[in-house]
C-alpha cells in the first residue's frame, strides 16, 4: 500500500533557483525521510526528520515536518544540474516498516 | 560486502517460468525491505523482515508472490508463473534498526535492482 503523495510531480527549474517539493501522508509515523534516485534504479538516503522534530537541515537541503497536517516539504536551494533526479519521501511506522510515496521528479536546467 | 548487493541485475523470462531474485543485505542489517518500481512510478512496498520477527508481506500482490530470509541475511523474492504485469525493476534495502529514545533509525540503504521483463 502506499503513504505518501508528493506534489509536484513533475518540476524544472533554472540552475541557481530553489527547488521545493512536498508531500503529504495518512498515517502516524515515526520518521519522515527523503530520497533521491539517479537513472530509475537504487535510491540514497538524504535526510531523515523525526516526529518530534519540526525543521532540519542538511547542507542545501531543508526539510520540514507538520504532523498536525500530516505533511513535509524537501527544499533543495541554489541548485545544480548535478540535483537532476527523482525524489521520494518515505514513512517509516513504529515497526520501522517504511512506506514510499510517488516521488518527484526534478529536472535543472543549466 | 560495502553495500547491498541484488542479482541478477537483468532477468528476461517468458511468461508462465518461475523466477528467484536474491539480495544481500550489508552484514549486521536486521532489516531487509523488497520494493517494485515499475516505469516511472513510486516504490510498491512488497515485504519487509525485521530481526527474528514474523516478516510483514502485506505488500505481497498474489500468492504466486514469496520471499524468505536465510539466517538473517540474504533473501529471496520467488515469483511463481510469471506474467507480463510482473515485468518492473525489483529493489531491496536493508537497514541497520535501532530505537534511541523511542526514535527508530531506519536509514535504507538500496541495491541497483533487479530489472525483470517477462516476455
Known amino acids: 500500500s502506499q503513504q505518501g503523495e508528493e506534489d509536484p510531480q513533475a518540476l524544472s527549474i533554472q540552475e541557481g533557483e530553489n527547488a521545493t517539493m512536498n508531500c503529504s501522508y495518512k498515517?502516524?509515523?515515526?520518521?519522515l525521510q527523503w530520497y533521491r534516485q539517479n537513472s530509475g534504479r537504487g535510491l540514497v538516503h538524504l535526510i531523515l526528520?523525526?516526529?518530534?522534530?519540526r525543521e532540519k537541515h542538511s547542507g542545501r537541503l531543508r526539510v520540514t515536518l507538520d504532523t498536525s497536517k500530516k505533511s513535509s516539504s524537501l527544499l533543495i536551494t541554489a541548485s545544480r544540474a548535478a540535483d537532476t533526479a527523482s525524489y521520494f519521501c518515505?514513512?517509516?511506522?513504529?515497526?520501522?516498516?517504511?512506506?514510499f510515496g510517488q516521488g518527484t521528479t526534478l529536472q535543472v536546467k543549466p | 560486502g560495502a553495500g547491498v548487493s541484488q542479482s541478477p541485475s537483468n532477468k528476461v523470462t517468458e511468461k508462465g517460468k518461475d523466477v528467484e531474485l536474491r539480495c544481500d543485505p550489508i552484514?549486521?542489517?536486521?532489516?531487509l525491505y523488497w520494493y517494485r518500481q515499475s516505469l516511472g512510478q513510486g516504490l510498491e512496498f512488497l515485504i519487509y523482515?525485521?530481526?527474528?520477527?514474523?516478516?510483514?508481506k502485506s505488500g505481497l500482490p498474489s500468492d504466486r508472490f514469496s520471499a524468505e530470509r536465510t539466517g538473517g541475511s540474504v533473501s529471496t523474492l520467488t515469483i511463481q508463473r510469471t506474467q507480463q504485469e510482473d515485468s518492473a525493476v525489483y529493489l531491496c534495502?536493508?537497514?541497520?534498526?535501532?530505537?534511541?529514545?523511542?526514535?527508530?533509525?531506519?536509514?535504507?540503504?538500496f541495491g541497483q535492482g533487479t530489472r525483470l521483463t517477462v516476455v
Open positions: 523482515f525485521q530481526g527474528n520477527s514474523a516478516p510483514d
Open positions: 534495502a536493508s537497514s541497520l534498526e535501532g530505537v534511541l529514545g523511542g526514535v527508530r533509525n531506519t536509514e535504507a540503504f
Open positions: 526528520i523525526r516526529s518530534n522534530e
Open positions: 552484514s549486521g542489517h536486521t532489516a
Open positions: 518515505a514513512t517509516a511506522s513504529n515497526t520501522g516498516k517504511l512506506i
Open positions: 498515517t502516524s509515523i515515526n520518521n
